[in-house]
């Protein structure tokens, strides 16, 4: 009747890279696996509700929001990053923005220039329950 959730199983496979001398300006919407080596100048979100992960190399630039499941971070971030799942500050990471997680490594060295929020399991689940009328202390 009632199942426990998965543990969130993060993408292993790349399945799309902007390579080191590529700039795109605007959004970017992708599934599966993806790698950012050069510069990225507008939104980074995942497609749908499917585990994704995103990549953020130590040479790479994001300015603009990330929201995805699973993200990897090694570069720079301007911009809110929002991990749904996991998120991963390798030493060179340097995010300017807040921080929404549900899970986060952080290796010396990151360096976030915003606020850290953590993200409750289940928060989306809140049921709101009412007060039965007649009783002694209404």
């Not at 399945?15 to 080596?37: P, W």
């Not at 850290?116 to 709101?128: F, T, Y």
Request: hydrophobic content about 35%; charged content about 25%.
């Amino acid at each position: 009747m009632f199942t426990k959730k998965k543990p969130h199983v993060p993408q292993k496979q790349i399945d799309s890279l902007i390579g080191a001398a590529t700039t795109i300006e605007g959004d970017v919407n992708f599934s599966g696996g993806l790698r950012v080596d050069g510069c990225v100048k507008g939104h980074i979100h995942c497609a749908g509700d499917e585990p994704s992960t995103l990549v953020v190399s130590e040479k790479a630039r994001v300015e603009g929001e990330i929201r995805v499941s699973h993200v990897v971070i090694d570069g720079t971030v301007t911009g809110p990053v929002i991990a749904t799942e996991y998120l991963e500050l390798l030493p060179n990471a340097r995010i300017t923005g807040d921080v929404s997680y549900r899970t986060l490594e952080m290796q010396v060295g990151a360096v976030i220039d915003g606020r850290l929020l953590h993200i409750e399991a289940g928060s989306a689940d809140i049921v709101e329950l009412k007060r039965i009328s007649g009783s002694k202390n209404d």
